[in-house]
């Protein structure tokens, strides 16, 4: 069972995700918040696998209560639902720790799987979010102002595991495609984050792509 928690102030599209994933047999909600505030309190308190969180909240917004939710339990994923998918809304969420960032207008079948994917420890963008991302790598890679940082050199390798990973693969599948053990992609991810001065696989991918050293 996935146990996730909720949070959106709006009480129609609360109830609405909340029926879906009552009525899916792998999903457990084990929790509703109105803002996000009382997100980051329930969140540690019920320990959800998954957090699925509005973006824009009163009280406290959605991108503040990941950096806040990540910050005091590292192990709870949280995924963005929203229906912002401008540069200004993405990029701050991801670069507070969000693992995901889903649109309220994509199908239930995209959405829940979506939140599988996160559960499995890889990234879910939204199909839109995605192209938006590769728009930004084919910029970079004519605009000097946004061209890689010369001071950030990953290996062939790392550059490698970064790719399969942007295109969903969880770390067994990254390590089953290079022939290499699981411990092994970890490693690579790990000195990728460091380089990158990052966290998060997804922070991780979307920076790469940002600075074009990941290849289209």
Excluded: C, W
Excluded at 22 to 29: R, Y
Excluded at 35 to 52: F, M
Excluded at 81 to 98: Q, S, V
Excluded at 182 to 210: I, N, P, S, Y
């Amino acid at each position: 069972m996935i146990r996730v928690l909720v949070a959106d102030d709006h009480p129609i599209v609360r109830s609405g995700i909340v029926a879906l994933l009552a009525s899916t047999p792998d999903f457990d909600v084990v929790g509703e918040a109105s803002d996000g505030r009382e997100a980051v309190e329930r969140a540690l308190v019920s320990k959800p696998d998954l957090v699925l969180i509005d973006l824009r909240m009163p009280v406290l917004g959605g991108e503040e209560a990941t950096a806040q939710i990540l910050a005091a339990d590292p192990a709870i994923r949280v995924v963005v639902l929203t229906t912002y998918d401008t540069d200004d809304a993405i990029l701050p969420a991801i670069e507070a720790g969000a693992s995901g960032y889903l649109l309220k207008a994509a199908p239930e079948e995209e959405l829940l799987a979506g939140l599988r994917s996160v559960a499995r420890g890889e990234v879910a963008l939204a199909p839109s979010i995605a192209a938006m991302l590769v728009r930004r790598v084919a910029t970079s890679r004519t605009d000097p102002a946004r061209s890689a940082d010369p001071a950030i050199v990953l290996t062939e390798r790392e550059i490698q595991v970064l790719a399969l990973v942007a295109r969903g693969r969880s770390n067994r599948a990254v390590a089953d495609e290079l022939f290499v053990s699981e411990a092994t992609v970890k490693t690579h991810l790990v000195h990728a984050f460091e380089k990158l001065g990052v966290r998060d696989r997804t922070r991780a991918v979307t920076l790469a792509m940002e600075l074009g050293l990941l290849p289209r």
